[in-house]
């Protein structure tokens, strides 16, 4: 069974406004991280932000914030005042034990 | 500046080939990773290694093996390689802890002929 989906293979957004990535996750294990990162189309992967399972707050790094809900297992990316740069894939992770997983990926184009 | 390794970013390779995709990161970590990536799968986990000479089956281990005798390496091999094992491969590594990220190397495309 898929751990990780990201049912949205494609996402446009305007210039300067945000935008919400969905993921949902599927875990029994209480102790587990979540992570979302960003592919430009150099193919780099470049680490966004962390949530853990634990945490209270939910995480935010400069223009991201993660909106994590235990209760119904989602760990959305929100962008916000987006950019021309922040057209790439954005995939999300999670990590049990020591493993970790990503899901489909969703492929963000920013209209100028 | 912390990197990660990968030996090939191009192979072309035939049918019935052994394949070896290399990766060393200098960064002391524990655990390696291997993943293939295809469009509309994402990245998918073929093995990990949580130490030296140890190594967990992951989503798609069929058709692959690896080896891990130094902490900073870690192999990918196809014993025969298939034209369904055409993608990008993907490895990472990452510290022992709740919060370490992946770090990735370049990627390595390979093609089956």
């Known amino acids: 069974a898929q751990k990780i989906t990201q049912t949205q293979p494609g996402m446009f957004v305007q210039e300067k406004e945000a935008v919400t990535l969905d993921c949902t996750y599927d875990?029994?294990?209480?102790?587990?991280?979540l992570f979302w990162y960003k592919q430009p189309s150099s193919g780099e992967m470049i680490f966004l932000i962390y949530q853990g399972s634990y945490d209270q707050q939910n995480a935010t790094e400069g223009r991201y914030s993660l909106n994590f809900q235990k209760a119904r297992k989602s760990a959305n990316l929100v962008i916000s005042a987006s950019q021309l740069g922040d057209s790439a894939m954005y995939f999300c992770?999670?990590?049990?034990?020591?493993?970790?997983?990503f899901g489909a990926g969703t492929r963000l184009t920013v209209k100028p | 500046d912390v990197k990660v390794t990968q030996s090939s970013r191009y192979l072309v390779k035939r049918t019935g080939e052994k394949v070896f995709l290399e990766c060393v990161q200098d960064m002391d970590h524990e655990n390696m990773f291997w993943y293939r990536q295809d469009p509309g799968l994402g990245l998918r986990l073929i093995y990990f290694s949580y130490d030296v000479k140890m190594k967990e089956k992951g989503d798609i281990p069929e058709g692959y093996s690896v080896s891990r005798e130094k902490k900073e390496r870690f192999s990918l091999i196809l014993e025969s390689a298939s034209t369904n094992q055409t993608s990008m491969y993907l490895c990472?590594?990452?510290?022992?802890?709740?919060?370490?990220?992946?770090?990735f190397g370049e990627g390595s495309r390979l093609t089956v002929l």
């Open positions: 875990t029994s294990d209480p102790s587990y991280g």
């Open positions: 992770a999670m990590r049990e034990g020591q493993d970790m997983r």
């Open positions: 990472a590594s990452r510290t022992i802890g709740a919060t370490g990220e992946l770090f």
